[in-house]
């Protein structure tokens, strides 16, 4: 079990959720977690990887919210000292060590396990790899995290990052 200790709506859609970490908890940049999300009914597990990186000292989620969705309507409701079980970390999604240079992709909330990996590489692991993030989203609305990734290409001259909007206002 977790406690909700930060929730912020960063984009029309998107939440960022950080929550306490287990002393014991220990898991590789681009893994996910599955929460236990009840209806009052039953008991049903929803996949999210996490954003922040091993060595925080929290884990820090970037959820996309569904009309109707199960784990939405917790997330919505959920308040700074809510509690939440999980299982976890698992899969297979993490950077290899054999990468000359590190490339990624990714659209809205997918870029939850990307960051996670980034941060890893360029804080953690100090790699002198190349890393560029290629960060799609739909709208102007959709847009986050520039000021991170801002910063961090700032602080790290091997980081460079593109953000593209597939339908732009003009």
């Known amino acids: 079990r977790v406690e909700l200790t930060h929730k912020k709506q960063i984009a029309r859609d998107i939440f960022e959720l950080n929550f306490s970490k287990p002393p014991d908890f220990s898991?590789?940049?681009g893994q996910f977690v599955q929460f236990l999300v009840s209806d009052g009914r039953e008991h049903v597990l929803r996949s999210y990887s996490i954003s922040s990186a091993p060595?925080?000292?929290h884990l820090e989620f970037c959820i996309k919210i569904l009309d109707g969705g199960r784990a939405s309507s917790m997330v919505m409701k959920?308040?700074?000292g809510d509690e939440l079980a999980f299982r976890g970390p698992r899969g297979r999604f993490v950077c290899s060590s054999?990468?000359?240079h590190l490339y990624f992709v990714a659209t809205g909330a997918g870029i939850a396990p990307i960051m996670g990996m980034i941060r890893?590489?360029?804080e953690y692991q100090k790699t002198d790899k190349k890393i560029h993030l290629l960060f799609g989203v739909r709208c102007e609305e959709d847009i986050f995290w520039t000021a991170r990734l801002d910063a961090l290409a700032q602080k790290y001259d091997n980081f460079k990052y593109s953000l593209t909007v597939s339908r732009p206002s003009s």
Request: net charge negative; aromatic share 6%.
């Open 55 to 57: 060595h925080d000292s």
């Open 27 to 29: 898991y590789t940049a």
């Open 78 to 80: 959920m308040q700074e």
């Open 98 to 100: 054999e990468s000359r």
């Open 120 to 122: 890893d590489e360029l």
